[in-house]
Nanobody, 124 residues
Framework: QEQLVESGGGLVQAGDSLRLSCAAS????????MGWFRQAPGKEREFVAG????????DYADSVKGRFTISRDNAKNTVYLQMNSLKPEDTAIYYC?????????????????WGQGTQVTVSS
């Protein structure tokens, strides 16, 4: 059974850093585009960052550009999200996702698999 399991969330102060990890199991996700999404209370789930199956291409939401970095290690079947200079508005549940649509970047509409989410809370 395919599974994505996130870890690394927590409570931090504004300006701090966190690194989220997403461990994939049940299938080899090295041929999938991977990404991170987040959902704050009362808001829609939104795209945060995406990485191509090879790791050579990445893209980011404008709100996190320059602060967050997505990467992957296909040998470990793991995707990471390094989050620096965190702000209170980054507070949300962060979800890992996988997409088999290799013609486009990962977005809400083409996700095949979701993780269960990890909470990130940034205090001011």
């Amino acid at each position: 059974q395919e599974q994505l399991v996130e870890s690394g969330g927590g409570l931090v102060q504004a300006g701090d850093s966190l690194r989220l990890s997403c461990a994939a199991s049940g299938r080899t996700f090295s041929t999938y585009n991977m990404g991170w999404f987040r959902q704050a209370p009362g808001k829609e789930r939104e795209f945060v960052a995406g990485v191509s199956w090879s790791g050579r291409s990445t893209d980011y939401a404008d709100s996190v550009k320059g602060r967050f970095t997505i990467s992957r290690d296909n040998a470990k079947n793991t995707v990471y999200l390094q989050m620096n200079s965190l702000k209170p508005e980054d507070t949300a549940i962060y979800y890992c996702a996988a997409s088999s649509d290799l013609l486009r970047g990962i977005r809400l509409g083409n996700v095949n698999y979701w993780g269960q989410g990890t909470q990130v809370t940034v205090s001011s």
